[in-house]
């Protein structure tokens, strides 16, 4: 009966929703960049005036030491259960732009092998705009439809990509407006569209950054070269020192608080359907690599990682420049698993780096944001719920899984809040987040719109 009536309004407001997302995507809401400091709050202002258009009361846009939270809530009764719903409206910066095959902030439709309904291409349209919306809608039709059965809190933030350094004082500030009994946020992926699943863990991340230098000044690497410490080749020599030839991380104490999982843990997520050659493809890459004795799954899911993300120094432009340079620089990022410590491992990560330096340089090593690894109980009534809740919308039941990617606001939501979170995601691990070409399927979005008040309706059963 109430299935009926949401899909049946679902299907008559089909293109507003998806118009509607689409005018959300043109704001180009760069968290990382300065610049964009308007757009983000412009996107600010549409989330606020679309909440209310929902139907949720006390919209506010909540001002924080950065970019602000745009709160909104709809209390039917204090003596229900409180859904808080947790998104952003900020995006990764789009570059290199000249890899996309459409601007990133003009969204377009374009079928693909995987969305054959056709996807959204642009920047943030799946990582979060597209999924965040989706609680919009589906708010938006409990409301019309009569059928919100709980009191529901939408806390939607704007610094997620930079590691939302203001949202953690925000919530210790705002603990009573904020109280609930579960969180429920759309950050994360299904394994396929007819793979349904769901995110029971999120790993941590320590990001570092690491200047090492040489002699005073850049140098002719003719006059000088053999004879002084290029700080290019040094510090690619302490980088490929940190995996052994098992591509395990040789830093000190590094696996120390490491959460091994017992044999039947493994097996149970070894259920989880995965396809080597089809990872392969979508990558074009001839082997997989990684730490010895640990699957695909495993590997992304519950082993902690050591990855170079940037490393620059010396010249770079176009033809040949000889010289030494005086520095090198890169930034490394550590993903994290239960019980590793953020602040412990960057520590940890400092210490050996200064320590296998040769004399002929100097390091400098620096820690970025970092966020703790989370787990969700699969047993509690919040899994539960959306457990059956993707049941019934995709006919089987979910796969619990763990996700490689860390949203690390999540841990604090626990620590501070006392909340577990749900993470209920609909996108899927290729639809490109944070790279060129971002989609999001229209089938994983109309999707999501639908299943969400099932949640509701079974969260609060
Ligand atoms: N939504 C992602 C995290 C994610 C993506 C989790 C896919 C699981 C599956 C989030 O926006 C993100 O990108 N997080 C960053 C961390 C942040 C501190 C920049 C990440 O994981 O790199
Ligand atoms: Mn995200
Ligand atoms: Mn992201």
Aim: with cysteine; proline share 7%.
């Amino acid at each position: 009966m109430e299935r009926n009536q949401i899909q049946t309004y679902l299907n008559s407001n089909k293109d507003r929703f998806l118009n509607e997302l689409l005018d959300l995507l043109k704001i180009p809401s760069i968290s990382a960049k300065p610049e964009h400091k308007p757009d983000m709050q412009k996107t600010a202002e549409a989330v606020k005036q679309r909440l209310t258009e929902a139907g949720a009361d006390n919209v506010e846009i909540c001002q924080t030491k950065g970019y602000p939270v745009v709160y909104g809530e709809k209390i039917i009764d204090p003596a229900k259960p409180t859904v808080v719903v947790y998104g952003h409206y900020d995006v990764q910066p789009a570059e290199p732009l000249d890899l996309w095959d459409s601007p990133p902030f003009e969204p377009v439709i374009k079928k693909t092998d995987i969305h054959p309904e056709g996807a959204i291409f642009a920047r943030g349209s799946c990582d979060d705009k597209g999924q965040m919306y989706m609680h919009v809608k589906a708010f938006e039709t409990m409301m019309k439809t009569n059928t919100l059965p709980c009191n529901v809190k939408f806390m939607i933030e704007g610094e997620e990509e930079v590691g939302s350094p203001s949202l953690g004082p925000w919530i210790i500030e705002n603990k009573e407006k904020l109280k609930g009994d579960i969180i429920l946020i759309s950050d994360t992926s299904i394994i396929a569209n007819d793979i349904p699943s769901i995110d029971a863990g999120l790993r941590g991340l320590a990001y570092m950054e690491v200047e090492v230098t040489g002699p005073n000044r850049d140098l002719h690497s003719g006059v000088y070269g053999g004879a002084v410490a290029n700080p290019i080749n040094i510090l690619c020599k302490m980088i490929a020192s940190c995996h052994d030839e098992n591509n395990h991380i040789t830093i000190p104490a590094f696996y120390d608080k490491v959460q091994e999982l017992s044999t039947e843990e493994r097996a149970e997520m070894a259920k989880a359907p995965f396809n080597l050659d089809d990872f392969k493809k979508d990558l074009n890459i001839a082997e997989e690599r990684g730490e010895k004795g640990y699957s695909t799954n495993e590997r992304t899911g519950i082993r902690p990682t050591l990855d170079v993300n940037g490393i620059w120094g010396g010249y770079t432009g176009e033809g040949a420049k000889t010289v030494l340079p005086s520095k090198a620089f890169a930034k490394i990022s550590m993903r994290l698993v239960p019980h590793q410590d953020s602040h412990e491992i960057s520590e940890l990560f400092k210490k050996h780096f200064e320590s296998i330096a040769p004399k002929s340089v100097t390091v400098k090593v620096t820690a970025h944001h970092g966020g703790e690894p989370v787990v969700v109980p699969t047993t509690s009534k919040g899994f539960l719920a959306a457990s059956k809740a993707m049941e019934e919308t995709y006919g089987k039941k979910p796969v619990p899984t763990r996700s490689g990617g860390s949203i690390p606001i999540v841990a604090l939501f626990k620590k501070e809040l006392g909340m577990d979170s749900i993470l209920f995601g609909f996108g899927l691990d290729s639809d490109a987040l944070h790279s060129p070409n971002e989609h999001y399927g229209i089938f994983n979005y109309y999707k999501g719109i639908e299943t969400i008040p099932l949640f509701y309706k079974y969260f609060t059963a």
